[in-house]
């Protein structure tokens, strides 16, 4: 099938290059057009997801599309009336807008606890701005409101959510940017993958994550591919043979080869199908997009293009970085080395590199927060000016949602409940403050008559404070209870808080939630880890089906199984190392944090598939030398020699593109691409240069087997093809 196909694309090159031209013009045209990028979110089915767009539904202006903006002045007093007037006209564009609803400053009575709003040194305010559409429509406007506000007496920073989310995504942008300028190839594939993307994106959510990483992984591929059948075509032609038969061949071998690992590395990105629900699912959409691709452009762009150039593609090779025609060159003495005490070498080296993996051992994972983003992007630096310099900076927030069947939460009956939920929150562990309707006050002798009398007047007649502390909490069904916290966001004790708070039972006639970014790390950590076993089972069985339809022999997909994982437990514990330990935070600019959940998923489903690539290059050259001599040590030997070149440059091509990554601002894709580099750059240098020959010297002509009746299946389905 592929050397007929081969044949076919030398005979009609012209109609077959303006075929694939015509559908790059039309990649190029929808990738013209866009799409609309997500920025991540909370899990929907979740408790915490739940319970947010309930929260989002009922309390607009409590929800997620606010920002904090940080008016300061290195003279004058936050408390001043100088001060003061210039705030008033910083913010007035935006008390103007129709978008922006009311906006709460330390000034006029909107704020509970004013004194929060106001910096230790007293130079220094917040002021909080809430959009009065979903996140996701602000996010679109954010850029336009936080141009508005300008002032020529004070310095103005944002942060927040909507300033946060914004400065993801022009990080990303411009390290997708620099990453492009440093790899600079791979340029159909990509193209051919963001098109693909942009049309997922018109049907479902895609990540803005996915931008980055389907141009890493069209990158890598695209280069493999392009070498893998740029190499054999080059050696047919040194063999003699004529353009016609070197690309046929060149079809049957490198062609097919590729075609399988496009399909293994497919398998590994589908395997992010698992996780819907989070942005992981239109990332491994995405990946295989970019994949079938690339394995598109390689059997058709490409063998049409070697056909037009022929003969004139051999021209200005150095002698010395060719193959040994001989079989007797530098990778076959490797090999026949490691062969001669396989097990000296494959103790040690399986060793060392599990010592390298050891540090995944005290992962510990979390979401990507705002320490995600650089210091000197304006929602981190206003954000940790909001910590150090502001009282109660620090805290962590937790809201608990008290959801009613029926409208009025604040109805007389209901009060006394709530007024007993209140006091158990208290009751608890690490609780230092508890905001709500029946603890406004702050007097815990306050009791639930009180309560019951004072709201039962007009909602008008409260003190202001209690109006806008209503409005922030209070909805049609549902009463917010602000649990504040002196624990880190993602520490086990706020952790365990939000397990304590969903064990309280609801007040009668009503069901509890939880969420807040606790809450939501908390729940994404859970559903990644009761997801993966199924995910990680798809693609160990799926792969292995693939290979052994490929190879004919069912010890071989195992094996390769097992050198996958040894390559990824590598990148893992270096990964580990650096960005949780924080070895080497200095030099490569990043702050050192728990890893995001995300982060082993996708290097796991990425580099699967990647590293399969160079198995099934140096498998299937193996399979071709043992079906002509039938000599398994011999087949290992000319196998390496003759893939091992390419195979290293190859790696050495992608290490480079992974390592361009590696200079991102935004942690996860600087982790992304420096670990992939890793996993890359050992798999082609210690695993198939030293562990492949040597377990496949100790397993001999097992290597190649299969029981009786897979065998003929095997062959009946018809994959194998002759070179000849």
Known sequence: MFAAWGRFVYRRRWPVLAVSGLLLLASIFIVIQGGKLQSGGFIETSESGRASRLIERELPSAGAATFTLILSSDTLSATSPEFRAAVDAALAPLRSDPRVAPIVTPYDGTALDPTRLISKDGHAVAVEVPAKDDLATARDYYPELRAKVRSDTLSIQATGLLAINNGFNAVLQEDLRRAETVSGVGVLAVIGGIAGMFLVARVTDVSVYALNVVTLIGLGVAIDYSLFITNRFREEMRRGHSGNNALAIAMATSGRAITFSGLTVAIGLSGMLFYQGTFLSSMGISGAIVVASAVFYGLTFLPALLAILGRNLGRGRIPIFQPDSSGTGWWHTIATTVMRRPILILVPVVAFILVLGSPFLHLRLANNDVTALPKHEESRAAFDRLVDEFPGGNQTHINLVVEYPSADPLAPARISGMVALAKRIAALPNVDAITSPVTASGDSSVGAAQWAALYSQPRSQLPPQLQALIRGTVGEHIVVFDVVTQKSIYSDEARQLVRSLRALSPPADAALSVTGFTAIDLDTVDFIASHTPAALAYIVVATMLVLFLLLGSVVLPLKAVVMNLLSISASFGAIVWIFQDGHFAAQLGFTPGSIDPTLPVIMFCTVFGLSMDYEVLLLSRMQEEYL??????????????????????????????????????????????????????????????????????????????APGPLARLQRRIGLSESTA
């Open 628 to 705: 002509r001599s039938r000599d398994n040590t011999s087949a290992v030997a000319m196998g390496l020699e003759k893939s091992g070149r390419l195979i290293t440059g190859a790696a050495a091509i992608m290490v480079g593109v992974f390592a361009a990554f590696a200079l991102a601002d935004i942690v996860l894709i600087k982790a992304i691409g420096l670990g992939m580099a890793l996993a890359v750059a050992i798999d082609a240098t210690l695993v198939r240069a030293l562990v492949v020959p040597a377990t496949m010297r100790l397993l001999g002509d097992l290597n190649w087997w």
